[in-house]
């Protein structure tokens, strides 16, 4: 049975993260075409990608600190011969 939209907001406002949202928002597809967005549903989600986001980054930055070290010790070598003529 369709249950009004502002019960099923109703319920959504009183249920706690995790299962119960899911489950409305389930409710609001079938029923509304529009369900309840991602965080309300996983509240855990936006956390998870900043660490995921900040490992990478921090992999990233060792990657491009090492060829930056590696192309200056290439260049430093002759730049010490040139100054030291």
Do not use: W
């Amino acid at each position: 049975m369709k249950r009004p939209y502002a019960e099923i907001m109703h319920d959504v406002a009183k249920a706690p993260y995790g299962k119960e949202r899911r489950e409305l928002h389930r409710e609001l597809k079938k029923y509304y075409h529009s369900g309840l967005p991602l965080f309300m549903r996983y509240p855990k989600v936006p956390s998870t990608c900043f660490i995921i986001y900040l490992v990478v980054s921090l992999i990233l930055l060792a990657i491009l600190t090492g060829l930056i070290l590696l192309e200056f010790a290439k260049v430093l070598p002759p730049m010490i011969q040139l100054l030291t003529r």
